[in-house]
């Protein structure tokens, strides 16, 4: 995966990603009073190779000026009908405003439909209002089956 918008570039991530994604998912939770969980819910993000590449996902870094500013990514999930859930898309503060978390969410969507998924699950907490309104903005209805307990709304889209 490569591509841009404006001044970003989004491409696929790598191991020496490791520690740089993890700080910026671990910051931008703090901004919003969230706590990170290296060994629950973001355990992910430090074995991007089990939990995204081995399970036939995808996670991706936003650099702008060779610093990561964002990340994003998916893998397929059991619940649902040939779902999968996005994950951890988070934007540091300097790179927000510009569209790119809305960019973000279509160019993911578009790889989705591409492999021949049929449904999107997002999992988010209601203090992250920007990104609640995204997903309500972008066709995500709310459901209910909330896993990760810092998250208290779960949304999903249909795409086929």
Same mark, same amino acid.
């Given at each position: 995966?490569?591509?841009?918008?404006?001044? $970003?570039?989004? %491409?696929?991530?790598?191991? %020496?990603? /490791?520690?740089?994604?993890?700080?910026?998912? +671990?910051?931008?939770?703090? *901004?919003? !009073?969230?706590?990170?969980? @290296?060994?629950?819910?973001? #355990?992910?993000?430090?074995?991007? &190779?089990?939990?995204?590449?081995?399970?036939?996902? &995808?996670?991706?870094?936003?650099? /702008?000026?060779?610093?990561?500013?964002?990340?994003?990514?998916?893998? @397929?999930?059991?619940? !649902?009908? =040939?779902?999968? &859930?996005? #994950?951890?898309?988070?934007?540091?503060?300097?790179?927000?405003?510009?569209?790119?978390?809305?960019?973000?969410?279509?160019?993911?969507?578009?790889?989705?439909?591409? #492999?021949? $998924?049929? *449904?999107?699950?997002?999992?988010?907490?209601?203090?992250?209002?920007?990104?609640?309104?995204?997903? *309500? =903005? =972008? !066709?995500?209805?709310?459901?209910? !089956?909330?896993?990760?307990? +810092?998250?208290? /709304?779960?949304?999903?889209?249909?795409?086929?």
């Amino acid at each position: 995966m490569k591509t841009q918008h404006l001044d $970003f570039f989004i %491409r696929s991530w790598e191991t %020496r990603d /490791r520690a740089e994604a993890f700080h910026l998912i +671990r910051d931008v939770l703090a *901004e919003y !009073g969230l706590k990170c969980e @290296p060994h629950g819910a973001d #355990r992910d993000v430090y074995d991007v &190779e089990l939990h995204y590449h081995n399970k036939g996902g &995808e996670f991706w870094v936003v650099e /702008r000026q060779d610093q990561i500013v964002g990340t994003a990514g998916y893998y @397929p999930i059991e619940r !649902g009908k =040939n779902a999968v &859930e996005i #994950r951890k898309m988070y934007i540091l503060p300097a790179a927000r405003g510009q569209g790119l978390g809305k960019f973000l969410l279509q160019e993911l969507e578009s790889t989705i439909i591409t #492999r021949g $998924f049929d *449904e999107i699950w997002i999992e988010t907490a209601s203090v992250l209002k920007e990104a609640v309104k995204m997903y *309500e =903005n =972008n !066709g995500y209805l709310p459901t209910t !089956g909330v896993e990760t307990l +810092r998250c208290d /709304r779960v949304y999903k889209k249909v795409i086929k």
